[in-house]
T-cell receptor, first 113, second 113 residues
Framework: AQKITQTQPGMFVQEKEAVTLDCTYD???????LFWYKQPSSGEMIFLIY??????QNATEGRYSLNFQKARKSANLVISASQLGDSAMYFC??????????FGAGTRLFVKA | NAGVTQTPKFQVLKTGQSMTLQCAQD?????MSWYRQDPGMGLRLIHY???????DQGEVPNGYNVSRSTTEDFPLRLLSAAPSQTSVYFC????????????FGSGTQLSVL
């Protein structure tokens, strides 16, 4: 069965520093996609970054990068130069070839001034 | 630019009442899904659909029914509400494509007393 695990319920980071949010996954499907979403206190879900299972290079989107280690089944999100507006819940998600997407429990990030 | 429209935004029910959460998307997306979000548990998949007339169960389907008669609409029905169904519900849609992100509705906060 598919599973997404985020083991950090809460994280603190100093403004302008980098932070890594952990995500591990489990699937027997060779074709899958990994996503990160941000949920600020307003409640909306914001797409951040995508990594395909066959992608050779780690995905990057501005200050966001995904550290994809396929053999270890991990897909950690790295946020560089943290900003106060990065304080939010962050969810890792995995989509299988049938387009079913499941989510991890999330990590709440607090950025300190 | 409607995207995914969810109604209502807030709802209070008494135990045993029934109701339907509405979800509509105007992006011609084949894939639609319903999630519930509870503190500490992330988003859990209730039901999903890969096209009109096709639905399948997610991680937590009990107590919920869905149907997909058109591409645009994917209503979620609670036949007999229970306090355990108190949650925030999100509808999402996705285009067919391996790297396509989920588009979310604004959510429904449901309280069952």
């Amino acid at each position: 069965a598919q599973k997404i695990t985020q083991t950090q319920p809460g994280m603190f980071v100093q403004e302008k520093e980098a932070v890594t949010l952990d995500c591990t996954y489990d699937t027997s499907d060779p074709s899958y996609g990994l996503f990160w979403y941000k949920q600020p206190s307003s409640g909306e879900m914001i797409f951040l970054i995508y990594q395909g299972s066959y992608d050779q290079q780690n995905a990057t989107e501005g200050r966001y990068s995904l550290n994809f280690q396929k053999a270890r089944k991990s897909a950690n999100l790295v946020i560089s130069a943290s900003q106060l507006g990065d304080s939010a819940m962050y969810f890792c998600a995995m989509r299988d070839r049938g387009f079913k997407t499941i989510f991890g429990a999330g990590t709440r990030l607090f950025v300190k001034a | 630019n409607a995207g995914v429209t969810q109604t209502p935004k807030f709802q209070v029910l008494k135990t045993g009442q029934s109701m339907t959460l509405q979800c509509a998307q105007d992006m011609n997306h084949e894939y639609m899904s319903w999630y519930r979000q509870d503190p500490g548990m992330g988003l859990r998949l209730i039901h999903y659909s890969v096209g009109a007339g096709i639905t399948d169960q997610g991680e937590v389907p009990n107590g919920y029914n869905v149907s997909r008669s058109t591409t645009e609409d994917f209503p979620l029905r609670l036949l007999s509400a229970a306090p355990s169904q108190t949650s925030v519900y999100f509808c999402a849609s996705q285009a067919r494509g391996t790297n396509e992100k989920l588009f979310f509705g604004s959510g429904t906060q449901l309280s069952v007393l």
